[in-house]
Structures are given as structure tokens and as C-alpha cells.
Nanobody
Framework: QVQLVESGGGLVQPGGSLRLSCATS????????MGWFRQAPGKEREFVAA???????NYADSVKGRFTISRNNAKNTVYLQMNSLKPEDTAVYYC???????????????WGQGTQVTVSS
């Protein structure tokens, strides 16, 4: 049974940092591309960052330079380090897994349940 479980969300002040984790099981993690997506209230889910099995990384322009995606293949876990957070980063953040590199959320095979990130003073 495939599972993706996000953690690390919460309330943070503007300019602060959070580190999201996504622990996975049930598939061969090392072979999969992993992505982070987010969905703000009233908006569509959007791409945030991805890391391929080759360790190549990709970021949305809105988070480039502030967010860092990484993976630990020994722990089957992907991370999203978020620095210099802004109120517009407020959203539910989802991790997802795909058997090949992709940016389009429709291509992703497996999804977590999401974790809320709120940036507010």
C-alpha cells in the first residue's frame, strides 16, 4: 500500500522558516521523481518544486531562491525547506510521487494528504 505522509506545517510569521517532510512507503522511492505542490483557498493546486531520481531540482519562479527541495533515499523521505516565507505562501502543501520526471500535477501517480502552512503576523 502506497503512503505519503506530510508533516512540518504550521503557523509562521513573515520572514520565518519551516521545513516540510514527506515520509513515503509502498513504492521504490529511489526510482521516483518527487514533487511539492500547494493549493491556496480559492485557487488551483500549483507546482512548487520537484526533485528527480537523478537529484536534479526544479522550482516555481515564485519560490526560487527561498525554497529548497531535497531527498533522503535511505529514509524514503523528501523535504521542502522554506525560508523567507511570505503571506502569499499560505496554502496546503502536498507531496507527490511520479515514476518519471514531471511538472504537471495530472501526471503524478501518488499524493499525500497535505499539510497546512500559514504565514501571518
Amino acid at each position: 500500500q502506497v503512503q505519503l505522509v506530510e508533516s512540518g506545517g504550521g503557523l509562521v510569521q513573515p520572514g520565518g522558516s519551516l521545513r516540510l517532510s514527506c515520509a513515503t512507503s509502498g513504492f521504490t522511492f529511489i526510482n521516483y521523481a518527487m514533487g511539492w505542490f500547494r493549493q491556496a483557498p480559492g485557487k488551483e493546486r500549483e507546482f512548487v518544486a520537484a526533485i528527480w531520481s537523478t537529484l536534479r531540482t526544479n522550482y516555481a519562479d515564485s519560490v526560487k531562491g527561498r525554497f529548497t527541495i531535497s531527498r533522503n533515499n535511505a529514509k524514503n523521505t523528501v523535504y521542502l525547506q522554506m525560508n523567507s516565507l511570505k503571506p502569499e505562501d499560505t496554502a496546503v502543501y502536498y507531496c507527490a510521487a511520479n515514476s518519471r520526471p514531471a511538472y504537471d500535477l495530472k501526471e503524478y501517480d501518488y499524493w499525500g494528504q497535505g499539510t497546512q502552512v500559514t504565514v501571518s503576523s
